[in-house]
């Protein structure tokens, strides 16, 4: 159980640990490369390390050398084994919707799987992508969860059709494989894509990694089997997700926090859109080339479609208890399926705080400056509602958080630097 102490106009500068999003694009690129890939800053987290371990499973050498990770890339193919293999992901929904693809690039038989909520989280429209390009594909629980098994001879290629609706990680998944696929891979999306910014990240990994993918907008992608990836020194910059807490904790208590390593004025990251967010609520924002800092002023506040930025919802719910009026946030159903239901647990604990706080199917409605009270919270084994109840904890004294070794799946040294501040 963690205890949250209150604090008041923290001053302080934080180094924010590499971005997970860019770490798992990274090692999933480098292993598909052809050559040796030099990765600094990769992020050490238990996502992050599933995905390594993945690649490892598959044949893939990856060593570390003085803060470096080095991935022996095989340029698309994989060590035939006689037998099935299983790659388990434990509650990793990046590292199973992002490997499901290259794993189809591997002959034989290899299933993906994981923990009971990781068998909860739907892939079936991926892999019915995945039949589309020649892939003998199975998602065994109703034909839209994991486990899937693949029985594979690689990608074929072809055309496929995604709706958008339910993850951009479909999309990125099979742009990350395309490139060594037999033939060339055309994806249409029929419709917006939810959190679209990532698939942004996932094209300059791409770049940098010597493909670029030919598109219309974001509605079709056209992928060429040639020249295929080639090896590149990567250095993986701050995670924005990981950095938002801590200009929350600037918000909500009126001090000044600088987040070092974050390209302010040159990250396709989408979650830097929530600095928007904090200063139409009243904060001040500096940007600067590889600096963040968040000035906190007294907030009010707003409707807000985070349909783009998912991740930044339970941050703006801990803030939003802290503004004056009330704060609507809309248009993020898929949330359902992250880690925890988390419109539902957002809704439950900030119902034991004794926050005014309405749930609606896509969306949160919270009043702002109630007054609120400690208590006892889950933290539902998801690491981002962990997170955002220590923003809540500087303000309301005797936050007390059950399951905070959670925040281990994308920050383990979350609380360290927490108590630093």
Request: proline letters at 5%; glycine letters at 10%.
């Amino acid at each position: 159980m963690k205890v949250i102490e209150p604090r008041r106009a923290i001053e302080a500068t934080v180094a924010v640990p590499g971005s997970k999003s860019l770490s798992h694009r990274a090692l999933i690129v480098a292993a598909l490369a052809q050559g040796e890939s030099r990765i600094r800053n990769l992020l050490e987290c238990e996502d992050v390390q599933y995905t390594l371990q993945a690649l490892r499973d598959l044949g893939i050498g990856i060593t570390e050398e003085e803060g470096t990770t080095i991935v022996a890339g095989q340029g698309g193919r994989f060590p035939e084994s006689p037998g099935k293999r299983t790659l388990f992901l434990g509650n990793s929904g990046t590292s199973l919707r992002l490997l499901l693809s290259m794993a189809a690039l591997v002959r034989g038989e290899t299933v993906l799987t994981g923990t009971p909520r990781l068998l909860e989280r739907p892939v079936g429209e991926l892999v019915r992508a995945l039949g589309d390009l020649g892939v003998k594909a199975i998602a065994k629980e109703k034909g839209d969860f994991p486990p899937v098994r693949l029985c594979s001879a690689g990608i074929k290629g072809g055309r496929t059709r995604l709706t958008g609706r339910e993850s951009s990680q479909y999309l990125s998944s099979l742009l990350l494989a395309a490139p060594c696929a037999a033939t060339a891979v055309e994806i249409e999306v029929a419709g917006p894509i939810v959190s679209a910014p990532y698939v942004d990240l996932t094209l300059e990994v791409m770049e940098r990694f010597g493909v670029a993918v030919r598109r219309e907008g974001r509605r079709r992608f056209h992928v060429l089997p040639v020249p295929g990836y080639q090896a590149a020194d990567f250095s993986v910059e701050g995670d924005a997700s990981s950095a938002s807490y801590f200009w929350a904790a600037a918000a909500v208590t009126g001090g000044t926090i600088a987040t070092d390593n974050i390209r302010g004025t040159a990250s396709r990251q989408g979650d830097l859109a929530f600095l928007e967010i904090l200063e139409r609520m009243g904060c001040l924002v500096k940007k600067e080339d590889r600096r963040v800092i968040v000035q906190g002023r007294a907030l009010v506040g707003l409707e807000a479609d985070l349909n783009r930025l998912p991740d930044m919802v339970p941050t703006l719910a801990a803030v939003a208890l802290f503004a004056r009026g009330k704060t609507v946030i809309r248009n993020v159903p898929h949330l359902r399926h992250k880690e925890s239901d988390r419109l539902r647990v957002l809704w439950e604990e900030w119902r034991r705080l004794g926050a005014q706080i309405e749930e609606r199917p896509d969306g949160l409605v919270i009043e702002g400056s109630v007054r609120l009270h400690g208590a006892l919270c889950d933290a539902h084994d998801d690491h981002r509602l962990a997170m955002s109840l220590a923003v809540v904890g500087l303000q309301v004294p005797g936050i007390r958080i059950r399951d905070e070794h959670c925040v281990g799946k994308s920050f383990p040294r979350f609380w360290d630097l927490w108590e630093g501040l």
